[in-house]
C-alpha cells in the first residue's frame, strides 16, 4: 500500500485549474520529488497531503484512508511538515519552536530536553545553537531547525516545500549531502518539491515530473533521461545552463 494515493484529484486556485484530474500514488520508505515549470502543481499537491487544502474532486488517501476533517489533527501529527528557512516563529527560540509540537502533547520537560538533544546531533546542529532566536540564525541554521521540528514526534512521513531554495550554493550542498545521509538512515516517506532537477536526482529515489496540474513522467531519474515520453521531458531535465556553457 503506498503511503500516499491521490485518486482523480482536481484543484483550483481561484478561476485557475491546479490539478487536472491527477492520479498518483507515494511509495512507502522512500523519496520522491515533485518537479516541473511553475505553476505545473507540485505545492498544491503537497498542501493536499497535509490537509492544508482540499480537492474539489477527486480522493486523497493516507496510508489507505481518505482524509478527513475530523481525523486531521490526529493525521498531522504523523507528517513532519518543512519549508523554506524553517518557517520558524520570530519570537521563540530556535529550541522552542522545534518543541512547540512535544509541548502541545505535554511531553514531560526531560523527554523535550532529550529528544532535541538526539535530533540536534542527527541534524548536526550544535545544541548552544538552540537557544538564541530565528534572527540570531543563519539560513542553513534555520533550516536545521525546522527539519528538528518537523522530526520531533518521530513521524513516519516528511514533507518538504522548497526546503534548500533561499541558501547560498556551498550551503545548499552541504546541506544536500546531510540531508540524502539522513533520508537513508530514517527510512521515512519523503515527499520532496524543489525547481533543482540535480537536487531533485541527488535526494530521490522517484521524480515525478508534473505539467498543467498532471503526472507528465514517473521514474528514476535516468529513467527519465533515457526513456523520455516526449521532447517536453528532456528539455526540462537538460535546461539548466552548465558553468562552462555561462564562462
Not at 481518505?66 to 520570530?90: D, K, M, N, S
Not at 525546522?146 to 546541506?175: K, Q, S, T
Not at 530521490?204 to 531519474?221: C, E, F, I, K, P
Not at 526513456?227 to 528539455?235: I, Q
Amino acid at each position: 500500500m503506498p503511503t500516499f494515493s491521490l485518486q482523480q484529484v482536481t484543484h483550483r486556485h481561484g478561476q485557475a485549474i491546479a490539478l487536472d484530474q491527477l492520479d498518483l500514488d507515494i511509495a512507502r520508505g522512500r523519496t520522491t520529488a515533485l518537479i516541473g515549470p511553475s505553476g505545473a502543481g507540485k505545492s498544491s499537491v503537497l498542501r493536499l497531503l497535509l490537509g492544508l487544502e482540499w480537492p474539489e474532486r477527486g480522493q486523497v488517501r493516507f496510508e489507505g484512508v481518505p482524509l478527513q476533517r475530523a481525523t486531521l489533527l490526529q493525521q498531522r501529527r504523523r507528517i513532519g511538515y518543512v519549508i523554506q528557512e524553517g518557517g520558524l516563529f520570530p519570537h521563540l527560540s530556535a529550541g522552542e519552536n522545534a518543541a512547540l509540537l512535544a509541548r502541545s502533547l505535554d511531553w514531560p520537560r526531560a523527554r523535550i530536553g532529550a529528544r532535541l538533544a538526539e535530533l540536534a546531533q542527527l541534524c548536526q546542529l550544535p545544541m548552544e545553537l538552540l537557544a538564541r532566536f530565528p534572527a540570531e540564525l543563519s539560513g542553513g541554521q534555520r533550516q536545521r531547525v525546522g527539519l528538528i521540528r518537523a522530526l520531533m514526534l518521530d513521524p513516519p512521513v516528511l514533507l518538504l516545500d522548497e526546503p534548500l531554495g533561499a541558501l547560498d550554493p556551498v550551503v545548499r550542498h552541504d546541506l544536500q549531502t546531510q540531508m540524502r545521509e539522513l533520508f537513508g538512515q530514517l527510512h521515512k516517506t519523503v515527499v520532496l518539491v524543489t525547481h533543482d532537477v540535480a537536487e531533485a536526482a541527488y535526494l530521490a529515489d522517484t521524480l515525478v515530473l508534473m505539467r498543467a496540474g498532471r503526472v507528465l513522467q514517473q521514474g528514476s531519474a535516468r529513467e527519465l533521461l533515457e526513456h523520455p515520453v516526449d521532447d517536453f521531458v528532456t528539455r526540462f531535465l537538460t535546461a539548466q545552463r552548465t558553468l562552462e556553457e555561462a564562462a
